[in-house]
């Protein structure tokens, strides 16, 4: 753009209130060395005024708006084409521009990114027009109601409502409005808290957007004089969401508000969060024990928390008292006593739990446990009659035993209250809609799948569905990836799932936790039962075609790091127990021996993950 004649070339810019002030489109064009367009996070607000379409024509993007500027990144300023769309754009904006350069290449990127959020929507709009003019439906105004609703459920104004919601839950958002006002249609999410304008329709589709989500959520769709209050759920791959639907009759025409009732991947039943075959058998049997502790570990963001409320979920029924100590409260579960604690005024996990006691409880759920003194009070609820779930902050299931000992808990009481833990990781899935077997896997990448799963037990493969026979050679191993379609916005891939391994603490698992046994030890041990490690769930996942060997590397990277974690606990520990294990492998003695700790003590010391850890590497797959 030429800035300096920008700079002369005042608009009339419109307020708010309809008066009139002149505003200027301001060239000021500014250094962008600070700007890290890779990384550049741009708001759906912004975005309203201005098509896509246009941005990619004209090469300019806004990417952050304030209360009298805009931000726009331009590629070419001196093209006079795309002048005119800027002056036109400020106009519409009502805001003054800020211009700065970007290359073309950091452009296509960001519009890719843009066009990724929004197509589906504009598609739809698309899509809906041309029918419109090929089937001359006419629109909205639809005598029959049977007709109506076929329209309402054909392609166009679906899609655009499912992108809409999908966008929704994509950016967090608590509620989505659909409001028509004077001369068009409003989409506004309500995010942390704030309403914000995501994008705006043409006037004319308002009733049918409206009438769509009415049907969705079993409303009249005549009554348009009254409001009306329904729910709908979707479904999708592995996430169960519901919603909760207010029309209202507004002087510009009906309104609909959407509240979103799970704000997180859902709370939905175990097999939908990937908990499959025999670990889903140990949860369920085990949440409805009486007493006992069951943990779930795994790093921020590892979807524990979704797990936790699932399982609540299952187990909250009127005839017993569920109380919560949560950091944030993230889920609203009817019926359970929830409560968010609050360190700032001395309201910890610590002291809630010595009040959640007091309270006649029958299953406790704490957040976390952080810190010696609520690992106490835990382990203590669980043995004085009361079932606890909680958390915990380390990579491997296994890796929960030592960390709790370093926190100070006796090995025996330990044993005696611990009735599970699970690890768990999040993975993109496959969209199921795009979803194709890979061809031609290099032969080395087929071998190390197969490798990699040779210590799982041959009935659990089958049980799970896979396929492939790992013990033949010339048995085919096949994944799949998502060749990408309209419902995942030709990602491939739509929606998470989670990978898990689960230890169950029968008997013989117990009386290993008092002997003070750790690391692959455990692992073995639980092997006798059935265990399959979060790596191996996910590859069974892979090859079952629910994700991809990617991501199940991606989250599983970090477990040489657990392995280094478990030694620092491992060498604090300072107690005596028994083994009689002669059958350690040579390569555990040498590690051991590697890591200086002493082989000379009756506790066996173990922290290998896997014998032989044959590592995937990430190079091989296609
Ligand atoms: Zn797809």
Not at 474 to 499: A, D, F, H, L, W
């Amino acid at each position: 753009m030429n800035i300096k004649m920008v700079k002369d070339n005042n608009i009339l810019v419109e307020d708010e209130n309809n008066s009139s002030k002149t505003g200027s489109v301001q060239g000021k064009q500014t250094s962008n060395n600070q700007i890290d367009w890779q990384n550049i996070d741009i708001k759906e607000n912004i975005l309203n005024t201005v098509s896509v379409d246009s941005l990619s024509k004209f090469q300019f993007i806004p990417f952050e708006m304030g209360d009298d500027f805009v931000k726009v990144a331009v590629v070419d300023q001196s093209d006079l084409n795309t002048q005119n769309a800027l002056k036109f754009f400020s106009r519409k904006a009502k805001r003054r521009l800020e211009i700065y350069p970007i290359d073309l290449n950091s452009f296509n990127n960001l519009i890719s990114k843009v066009k990724n959020k929004f197509l589906g929507v504009e598609n739809a709009l698309d899509v809906y027009e041309q029918s419109k003019e090929n089937e001359n439906v006419g629109g909205i105004k639809l005598r029959k109601r049977k007709e109506t609703v076929k329209i309402l459920k054909d392609a166009p104004i679906s899609k655009m409502v499912e992108s809409i919601v999908e966008n929704a839950i994509d950016s967090n958002a608590s509620d989505i409005h659909i409001e028509p006002i004077a001369d068009h249609v409003r989409v506004r999410y309500r995010i942390d808290g704030d309403l914000k304008t995501v994008i705006t329709l043409p006037k004319k589709i308002a009733p049918a957007l409206v009438s769509r989500v009415k049907i969705l959520s079993n409303l009249k769709i005549d009554e348009k004089r009254k409001p009306q209050d329904g729910r709908f759920r979707i479904n999708d791959l592995g996430r169960t969401i519901d919603f909760r639907v207010s029309s209202f009759p507004t002087s510009n025409g009906e309104k609909v508000v959407m509240r979103i009732l799970d704000t997180k991947e859902g709370l939905m039943k175990l097999d939908k969060l990937g908990i499959q075959g025999r670990d889903k058998e140990i949860i369920e049997r085990l949440i409805h024990e009486p007493y006992g502790i069951i943990l779930i570990t795994g790093p921020t963001g590892s979807g524990k928390s979704t797990t936790l409320y699932s399982m609540l979920k299952l187990i909250n029924t009127e005839n017993v008292n569920i109380i919560t100590l949560e950091d944030p409260v993230e889920y609203i579960l009817e019926g359970v006593n929830q409560s968010q604690v609050r360190p700032e005024i001395g309201y910890t996990f610590a002291s809630g739990l010595r009040s959640v006691l007091r309270q006649d409880p029958d299953i406790i759920m704490v957040g976390e446990i952080r810190d010696s003194e609520t690992a106490e009070l835990a382990i203590h609820a669980s043995l004085t009659g009361h079932l606890v779930l909680s958390t915990l902050h380390t990579n491997s299931a296994a890796g929960a035993i030592p960390r709790l000992i370093d926190m100070g808990i006796q090995p025996f009481l330990l044993a005696s209250s611990l009735k599970s833990v699970m690890a768990q990781r999040l993975v993109r899935s496959i969209c199921q809609n795009c979803k194709k077997p890979i061809d031609n896997l290099p032969e080395g990448t087929q071998q190390q799948i197969k490798r990699e799963l040779s210590s799982v037990n041959r009935s659990v493969l089958k049980e799970r569905g896979v396929e492939v026979d790992i013990d033949d050679p010339n048995s085919k191993v096949v994944v799949y990836e998502g060749v990408g379609c309209p419902k995942c916005q030709g990602k491939g891939m739509k929606g998470r799932i989670g990978i898990f391994e689960v230890i169950d603490t029968d008997k013989d698992f117990s009386k290993i936790i008092t002997q003070g046994v750790l690391g692959t030890k455990l692992e073995d041990e639980a092997r006798k039962s059935g265990f399959t490690t979060m790596k191996e769930d996910g590859l069974i996942k892979v090859l079952t075609g629910l994700t991809t060997l990617e991501e199940v590397e991606r989250v599983t990277e970090d477990d040489d790091e657990e392995e280094q974690d478990n030694d620092k606990y491992v060498k604090q520990i300072n107690m005596s127990a028994e083994s009689n294990d002669q059958s350690r492998e040579s390569t555990n003695q040498e590690n051991a021996h590697q890591e200086g700790i002493s082989q000379g003590g009756d506790m066996v010391v173990n922290n290998n993950e896997e014998k032989d850890p044959p590592s995937l590497d990430p190079g091989n797959f296609q």
